[in-house]
């Protein structure tokens, strides 16, 4: 036994030393360690600006600064990339790209680079966005004249002017509150859960409740504006309109800058 006891701790040292000295000369073969390679360079921010500059900010220098390392396409036609006229440099890590045709600050755009490989969609301006999409749905695209939708209010209470103000106000609360909260559900509930074929039967249920909400909360809070202009809210609970924005918000998956925007306009 004691024979077999140290025949072991020979075998034991023997191995250790082995492993130590293994190690040491792939320590001394490897050479210096090789630093730590620089950080990737990212895009930190896209903002185009009329008539057809689009700025970039990104944490490090660009590797390439020539025009065929940038490829800019148009959401809606990624085939067809848009012509780089001009790349400038500028402080900070900045580059500007001047374009041969007008870019518009309130479109979606694919911005793709070469070198470093980057990809990023470039949104459009949130006051651009804001502001085309309330002109269009006011001016452009009106419900009224070129949807030919709301007419029953429009031709009921368009006649005397403190009854279209009233209307007016009441509508657009009632407008701004619904779209939003539409919004709000089928993004985060209806999608995510594909119960979009239930879309219909919730927005009717949605302005259900916000005219009631509306109607107690001015009962109780401003009897005088719930005696003045309470008896519209009923009215428009089966107003064609109300119904209609967030049906087209849920369709073109609008954001809630456009669907904001639409609501007002």
């Known amino acids: 036994m004691p024979r077999a006891r140290a025949l072991r701790r020979a075998l034991l040292a023997a191995l250790l030393t082995a492993t130590v000295a293994l190690a040491g000369k792939a320590a001394r073969g490897a050479g210096p360690v090789p630093a730590p390679a620089a ?9 185009v600006v009329a008539p057809n500059e689009l700025r970039l900010r990104f944490s490090a220098p660009l590797p390439r600064a020539d025009a065929e390392n940038f490829r800019l396409t148009h959401a809606q036609a990624p085939d067809i990339p848009i012509p780089v006229g001009r790349v400038r440099l500028a402080a900070g890590n900045r580059v500007v790209l001047t374009f041969e045709q007008r870019l518009m600050p309130a479109e979606h755009y694919r911005l793709e680079l070469a070198d470093p490989p980057l990809a990023r969609d470039v949104q459009p301006a949130a006051w651009a966005l804001l502001l ?53 559900l089928d993004t985060f509930v209806l999608r995510p859960l594909q119960l979009g074929f239930l879309q219909i039967l919730v927005f009717i249920g949605v302005v259900a409740f916000v005219v009631q909400f509306l109607d107690t909360m001015l009962r109780k809070t401003h009897p005088v504006l719930h005696r003045k202009w309470g008896i519209y809210l009923m009215l428009i609970t089966t107003n064609c309109i109300i119904l209609a924005v967030p049906l087209l918000n849920a369709q073109g998956a609008a954001g809630p800058l456009e669907a904001l925007a639409l609501a007002i306009g």
């Open 39 to 47: 950080g990737t360079v990212r895009l930190l921010s896209a903002r």
């Open 132 to 184: 085309t999409v309330m002109l269009a749905a006011a001016l452009i695209n009106n419900f009224v004249f070129t949807r030919y939708l709301g007419l029953c209010i429009f031709f009921g209470v368009s006649k005397k002017r403190d009854t279209a103000i009233g209307m007016g106000i009441t509508f657009t609360l009632v407008m701004i509150f619904t779209a939003m909260a539409s919004w709000a």
